[in-house]
């Protein structure tokens, strides 16, 4: 097949890309151009600006095109407009926060989505990101046609992860000690490994699949406490304890996911871990253990360059465990 890729350099799409050269495709990548220069020699390459400048699609036709980064519907619509026919195949990366919030663990992807308020809105924030998906996606259907495929990722984790969400958990437990386990544990915990969701993606294009999936593991009942359990199983050293804090005790602490990353403590909508990877599984999903996308994250971040890191200090961490240890004892 011959595959456009918008963007195509960075963690989610830089997979998408490496699947699609390893299955024997020809693949053309769309994007600005700040980012992997050196990525993919000898890949057709279009440079351009999706908010602006599209003039460098005005020829060729693939056979699919995956989008990686639509987060407002005009960035679809402008896509289209350039395209029309041309694009193929359609695949949009979406996002589990296009639901609303689900009644049961175990949902699928006919649950109910969000609906904006506001569907003129563009600002992106907590509140909008999910319902801005929701749009994308219904322009992309009405766009691209009922042939679209939406693809629902859940965290998206592993070597080249720049949100440092799922990197900092593995940074942290690879350093050992006493490690603040946010509770409760048995909170619902999914995520997708990047190189397992590109694969698939590119499966389900070549098998000319249609409509929604989800793409997250395991299938729930899974907690955030069996998710923490298997990152130390992969990269700790012998020793490291998990100490698990009430969750109250953190919230009233003034604590969030920026403190904890992907710990959904105090959400209401946590049950948005707890999609039903069925559809995707009957169509090749095949995810890896997470023990190895944890040992796979650890060798690349000792390659890289990191940036300031999300979470609390260790200086933080063991001023809270100190506090929760005399209020357990009091």
């Known amino acids: 097949m011959r595959i456009l890729v918008i963007g195509g350099t960075r963690f989610v799409g830089r997979h998408m890309v490496e699947a ?137 984790v592993g070597p080249d992860d720049y949100t440092w969400r799922f990197p900092w958990w593995v940074q ?46 395991p299938a729930p009942p899974f907690g955030f406490g069996e998710q923490l359990e298997a990152i130390r199983a992969a990269v700790a050293p012998e020793g490291t304890v998990l100490t698990w804090v009430d969750e109250d005790f953190l919230l009233a602490e003034g604590l969030d996911d920026t403190a904890f990353p992907l710990w959904s403590g105090g959400d209401p909508a946590r049950l948005i871990m707890a999609a039903d990877p069925a559809a995707a599984t009957a169509t090749g999903l095949v995810p890896r253990p997470l023990e190895d996308t944890a040992r796979d994250t650890l060798s690349w971040l000792r390659g890289v360059e990191q940036p300031a890191s999300p979470g609390i200090s260790p200086e933080r961490e063991a001023e809270l465990l100190d506090a929760w240890k005399r209020r357990s004892s009091g």
């Open 20 to 156: 699609a050269l390893a299955a024997g495709h020809d693949v053309t990548l769309f994007h600005r151009g700040q980012t992997g220069p050196e990525l993919f020699p000898g890949v057709e390459r279009r440079q351009g600006d999706r908010n602006g400048d599209l003039g460098e699609l005005a020829e060729g036709s693939w056979d699919a095109t995956i989008d990686t980064c639509a987060y407002v519907p005009r960035q679809v619509h402008t896509v289209a407009d350039a395209l029309g026919e041309r694009a193929g195949t359609y695949l949009l990366v979406s996002s589990v926060s296009a639901y609303d919030t689900p009644e049961a663990a175990g949902f699928r992807e006919d649950s109910p989505l969000i609906e904006l308020a506001d569907p003129t809105v563009e600002e992106i924030t907590g509140d909008t990101y999910g319902g801005l998906k929701v749009l994308c996606e219904r322009a992309a259907v009405e766009r691209f046609g009922a042939g679209s495929i939406i693809v629902r990722p859940t965290y998206v």
């Open 172 to 217: 942290r437990l690879a350093r050992g000690g006493e490690v603040l386990a946010p509770g409760p544990a048995d909170n619902p915990a999914q995520v997708i490994d990047a190189r397992d969701m590109a694969t698939w993606t590119v499966r389900l294009l070549e098998q000319k699949e249609a409509g929604a999936f989800h793409a997250v593991s």
